[in-house]
């Protein structure tokens, strides 16, 4: 069973989720949460990690992540073909004129997330300068972390559109779904359907940070504080409401935060309409920020569209709780990623070229002499059982010559092992087999007895037989009862004709006396005689 880490490098708090998975599924055997610490990103995300490693049970086969910060740059193209080495070759120039530096400082994969007829890919590309990535990289390496994907943020939600659509129940009506995710200082974009996956994305500055300065502002207290304070009591909409007048009047200063996500969110969805000619019809949010209370209402209002907070999957609940789902979303969808095979794994992976996986190859390399062995192992058995089975028969061909040259040599007075040759032997006219019969005046007295059908009532009074001609004379019930008898003798090969001689009734009237002439001429009679 292999053990799947997803790990979510917040820029707040650093969640994983732990899978174990097998042929028939996965399990969640694990989830925790670590907040980073004020200061350098680095440290702080390196302590958060680290953390998290030692103080959960994390320990994993492989490890998936998103890259994390605002670094990432996200590209839409509609690209006139569908083949995959024209798409390949192609992308670099398309990216490369989007780009404001060189093509060999950044690193890019895509996905191919629509086409049309066969005559046009849709694609969405995400771009990071080499630089970004090596920071990451070393990073992970030095706490002895090698992912074996580097995903795009966006691309996470894939597997929750293609593999958990329960998640989206009551918004089948919806054209499209926007998994919104308000992190602390970034938010995600997830366009899709369920069933069909991510079909539009993006990352976007702005999140909850703002939330908590818009409060600070507010009540003129310290950012930590109002931070603190929106964790504990923040509300939105009636959730605030039902507090009083402080929590309303910090919903007033929340619904300001919330103003830059909105600006961002609104031409999102109608990028992705122009695109698409379909209409977000739903969104589900996901996030830390979203576990704030009153929030899915407040969007509601804003947007004008069906909001719901995203709740995980049941299987999940025994080890993520429930106010955490929001949260632990991203990780969740990692862990899934990892999982994912086939048709189900989407392509994007920033692990390429100089940043390739190299535990694959790894892997293998420690394998090669187990593989080895067995393949040594298998070819000695299959070697073996040849010799084995050419023995056998060796020694069974050697009984059935022992058997055909003792009956060789009892009838033909002398030995014959080829089985052909015995065979002509035995058939040939100089042979002393030749003189036997193939026919005998008993065997065709058997042959007449056997075929007289036990329901036809009939006694013979006179039975003649020669080689060439049997005569039979007798009584029955009718002439019905001849008819079914001459059609019984009829039936076996060396009776080539059947013919009723006269009926008559016998003297009391009950019965009819017969006479049937069978002429005897079998198969091999015949062909003898030609």
């Not at 992190?183 to 940070?209: L, N, Q, W």
Request: glycine share 8%; aromatic share 6%; net charge neutral.
């Amino acid at each position: 069973m292999a053990r799947i880490l997803g790990l979510d490098l917040g820029s707040y708090s650093v969640k994983g989720i732990l899978f174990e998975s097998n042929l028939r599924g996965y399990t969640t055997k694990a989830y925790a949460e670590v907040r980073r610490a004020e200061g350098e990103r680095t440290e702080t995300l390196r302590a958060a990690v680290q953390e998290l490693l030692t103080q959960h049970p994390m320990q994993a086969d492989q490890v998936i992540v998103a890259l994390p910060g605002q670094a990432l740059m996200t590209h839409a193209f509609t690209l006139p073909f569908t083949d995959p080495k024209r798409l390949e070759a192609a992308l670099p120039f398309e990216v490369e004129s989007q780009l404001p530096f060189d093509l060999s400082e950044v690193l890019f994969d895509y996905q191919v997330v629509g086409q049309k007829a066969k005559t046009s890919s849709d694609v969405l590309v995400g771009v990071v300068r080499k630089e970004e990535l090596t920071w990451l990289m070393q990073l992970l390496t030095g706490l002895k972390l090698d992912p074996r994907v580097i995903t795009h943020p966006g691309f996470t939600y894939q597997n929750l559109f293609l593999q958990t659509p329960a998640l989206f129940d009551g918004m089948a009506e919806a054209e499209a779904v926007a998994v919104v995710d308000i992190g602390h200082e970034r938010t995600t974009v997830a366009i899709g359907r369920p069933g069909v996956g991510v079909e539009f994305s993006r990352t976007f500055s702005g999140g909850g940070r703002e939330l908590s300065r818009a409060l600070a502002a507010e009540f003129q207290t310290p950012l930590a504080e109002a931070h603190q304070w929106k964790e504990t009591y923040g509300a939105l909409a009636s959730a605030a409401t039902a507090l009083g007048p402080d929590a309303e009047r910090a919903a007033t200063a929340f619904v300001r935060g919330l103003q830059p996500v909105l600006r961002e969110l609104r031409p999102t969805f109608k990028a992705f309409t122009s695109r698409s000619r379909r209409q977000v019809g739903a969104v589900v949010l996901c996030g830390g920020t979203a576990r704030l209370k009153g929030i899915a209402e407040q969007l509601e209002r804003d947007l004008h569209l069906q909001v719901k907070v995203l709740a995980l999957p049941t299987e999940a609940s025994s080890a993520v709780p429930p106010e955490a789902h929001p949260t632990a979303a991203q990780a969740y969808a990692l862990a899934l990623r990892g999982q994912a095979s086939g048709a189900k794994a989407p392509r994007f992976n920033l692990r390429r070229g100089e940043f390739g996986f190299k535990g694959d190859f790894d892997y293998v390399k420690d394998k090669v002499g187990l593989l080895a062995s067995f393949a040594a192992t298998l070819l000695l058995l299959f070697i073996a059982g040849g010799v084995v089975r050419n023995s056998v028969l060796a020694r069974n061909e050697a009984k059935v010559d022992a058997v055909l040259c003792k009956t060789t040599e009892r009838i033909l007075g002398r030995c014959e092992t080829n089985y052909d040759r015995a065979i002509n032997l035995l058939r040939g006219v100089e042979s002393p087999a030749s003189a036997l019969p193939k026919m005998t005046a008993v065997n065709l007295l058997a042959e007449v007895t056997q075929r007289i059908p036990t329901e036809v009532p009939v006694k013979l009074d006179r039975i003649q037989i020669d080689m060439e001609r049997i005569i039979l004379q007798g009584e029955t019930d009718s002439s019905k009862e001849i008819d079914i008898l001459s059609t019984a003798l009829k039936g076996h090969r060396c009776f080539r004709e059947v013919s009723p001689g006269k009926v008559e009734k016998t003297r009391d009237g009950q019965k009819v006396t017969f006479r049937l002439d069978i002429q005897v001429q079998c198969p091999e009679q015949s062909g003898a005689e030609t």
